[in-house]
């Protein structure tokens, strides 16, 4: 079974860092992309950062430079740094991971996990 615990949210003066992690226990996260997602009041979730199976990166334009996504493989963690944090990064934070298993039939599943969000505020 997956399951994905997020912790690090908090509040904030803008300006500052917090560090975001998700830790995701089962034995998929090897193979697995895993994005933190977020958000905001009155807004739809938007991806702001995920990382691949193999380390590579993906940011929302709004958070580059200012976000770093990494993960360590013998944790099973990702995490999510954020500096330079503004008002506007106010939000509910989503652990996500992503992985795919393929039968010996040859169809491929797709599968699909969420944490249970962690609160970020930032305040001016």
């Known amino acids: 079974q997956v399951q994905l615990v997020e912790s690090g949210g908090g509040l904030v003066q803008a300006g500052g860092s917090l560090r975001l992690s998700c830790v995701v226990y089962?034995?998929?996260?090897?193979?697995?992309?895993v994005g933190w997602y977020r958000r905001a009041p009155g807004k739809p979730r938007e991806l702001a950062a995920q990382i691949t199976s193999e380390g590579s990166t993906n940011y929302a334009d709004s958070v580059k430079g200012r976000f770093t996504i990494s993960r360590d493989n013998a944790e099973n963690t990702v995490y999510l740094q954020m500096n330079s944090l503004k008002p506007e990064d106010t939000a509910v934070y989503y652990c996500?991971?992503?992985?795919?298993?393929?039968?010996?039939?040859?169809?491929?599943?797709?599968?699909?996990?969420w944490g249970q969000g962690t609160q970020v505020t930032v305040s001016s």
């Open positions: 996500n991971a992503q992985w795919k298993a393929a039968q010996p039939t040859g169809v491929v599943y797709e599968y699909d996990h």
């Open positions: 089962g034995s998929i996260f090897s193979i697995a992309s």
